[in-house]
């Protein structure tokens, strides 16, 4: 088997950016208390659960192209156990498989959500992976050498040498597309945008829990970047989902101290009077997903047009024209959302949250 190449120090650079930011922790204060003779009603909520999902069937051109990838879907589910509205989220961008995921999620079938036992609406968030082999691959010899020739060009912040080795980085499953992630974000570091960073991570971490194509100190050094990124532009939603799946990898504590009064000041704020802007924009897309950090939001467009609000909410599906003079209010029955915002490419935007 060929050599897989190892983390190195492309990553020791996370620190930096976390010591770099700062959020001041503020203690939430609890108003009001319940009298020992007040009752409380408990509701209580269990997710859908999927009984049959059945990949879909990998096509021959696909494979014939070595084309592995994996589709994040974001999904509802009625109370008979059937999906609706399922949308491609993210994903490592082959438009087949992008079609192909969606058109088999449209055909798995659930135990639905149940509220105080009772079927209800309620969220769903799925991935379909494509690979061709099963198992760890690893990397092949060309991979390895450019990987190298990539990494010190950029250690040595020679951008034409990393140009140049970086157009012979040909990923040929995940693992290698992993790593490839991990040297776009070193590359964007220095020549890049904070969007494209993130994306880089995005695809590097590619929504597992665990570390699955990166050994385990790459993979809880990816996040932790990741957090500090999301944080620096105001993802608070992405911060908190982030610093979940850390919590079953043993981040050392001296990182997790840093992190824990900015995570409580996270969740403080979901319900208190702060207000904060996150620039959005379609790009080359059509819509643009979002998860909510507050249940108050207004779109305030730059340039292009919005037409439709989607929100995919833990217990409510809802959806409506957009209207710039408006703000929105998201009941507070609805659980967590995750907004879709449905518009012409190219499309810039402000999302206030409040």
């Not at 609890?30 to 990998?58: D, H, M």
């Not at 760890?136 to 991979?143: L, Q, S, V």
């Not at 249940?295 to 599906?317: Q, T, W």
Request: charged share 25%.
């Amino acid at each position: 088997m060929p050599t897989t190449p190892g983390p190195r120090s492309h990553l020791a650079l996370c620190s930096a950016i976390l010591l770099l930011l700062s959020l001041s922790a503020r203690a939430a204060e609890n108003e009001t208390q319940a009298s020992a003779q007040e009752s409380v009603p408990l509701e209580v909520f269990i997710g859908p659960k999927i009984k049959r999902g059945l990949p879909p069937k990998y096509p021959g051109d696909q494979r014939r192209l070595g084309n592995e990838g994996w589709v994040q879907l974001s999904m509802m589910i009625d109370p008979s156990g059937k999906p609706y509205e399922i949308s491609v989220s993210d994903s490592t961008g082959n438009p087949v498989l992008n079609a192909l995921a969606v058109k088999a999620a449209a055909h798995w079938t659930f135990e639905p959500a149940r509220l105080n036992g009772v079927p209800v609406d309620s969220s769903y968030t799925g991935k379909v992976t494509f690979t061709i082999t099963e198992g760890d691959r690893g990397a092949t010899n060309a991979f390895i050498e450019a990987y190298g020739r990539s990494m010190d060009a950029i250690e040595a912040a020679d951008r034409a040498a990393a140009d140049a080795a970086m157009t012979r980085m040909k990923a040929t499953n995940l693992y290698e597309d992993a790593y490839l992630n991990l040297t776009r974000f070193r590359y964007f570091v220095l020549w890049g945008t904070k969007a494209e960073q993130i994306e880089a991570l995005k695809r590097a971490i590619a929504h597992e829990g665990t570390w699955t194509y990166l050994p385990k100190k790459t993979f809880v050094d990816a996040l932790v970047a990741l957090m500090a990124l999301n944080l620096e532009v105001n993802d608070f939603a992405e911060v908190l989902d982030a610093w979940g799946k850390l919590q079953n990898a043993q981040l050392d504590e001296h990182t997790a101290a840093q992190w824990r009064p900015i995570i409580a000041d996270l969740e403080a704020m979901k319900t208190d009077g702060r207000t904060y802007r996150v620039a959005g924009a379609l790009r080359n897309a059509t819509s643009w997903h979002f998860k909510l950090h507050k249940n108050k939001f207004s779109i305030d467009v730059a340039s292009g047009r919005v037409s439709e609000v989607r929100l995919r909410c833990k217990m409510k599906y809802v959806f409506f024209r957009f209207d710039p003079a408006l703000q929105y209010t998201i009941d507070d029955r609805f659980g967590p959302c995750e907004m879709e915002l449905v518009g012409e490419p190219g499309t810039e935007f402000l999302l206030t949250q409040s």
